[in-house]
Nanobody
Framework: QVQLVESGGGLVRPGGSLRLSCAASGVPLGLDLYTIGWFRQAPGKQREIVSCLSNVEHSTYYVESAKGRFSISIDNDKNTIYLDMNNLKLEDTGIYTC?????????????????WGPGTQVTVSS
């Protein structure tokens, strides 16, 4: 059973940075065949994808608002996925959740994923 656990959230001022981590367990063969997504749910809004990484295609995706500020990466030895967030803005506030699915390509919608972490809160406030 694949389990995902996020960490690294917190309270940060506008312009600050955070690194989110998503540790995967229950993957004896590693994450080589997985697509991993980071989703954000802001208060009163629907869950949206922030970034996605296809470990098969070795490709990444960022929502427009995250381009140039966020960076997704993976440490396959540690089965851990990172989301580095820089120049954070008030609108980046939300619960950030990582998700995983065995896929050969990108997966931009939550219904494509079958493994989810509990999420970590990111609050950007002055």
């Amino acid at each position: 059973q694949v389990q995902l656990v996020e960490s690294g959230g917190g309270l940060v001022r506008p312009g600050g940075s955070l690194r989110l981590s998503c540790a995967a367990s229950g993957v004896p063969l590693g994450l080589d065949l997985y697509t991993i997504g980071w989703f954000r749910q802001a208060p009163g809004k629907q869950r949206e994808i922030v970034s996605c990484l296809s470990n098969v295609e070795h490709s990444t995706y960022y929502v427009e608002s995250a381009k140039g500020r966020f960076s997704i990466s993976i440490d396959n030895d540690k089965n851990t996925i990172y989301l580095d967030m820089n120049n954070l803005k008030l609108e980046d506030t939300g619960i950030y959740t990582c998700a995983a699915v065995i896929s050969h390509t990108m997966a931009l919608f939550p219904e494509y994923y079958n493994h989810w972490g509990p999420g970590t809160q990111v609050t950007v406030s002055s």
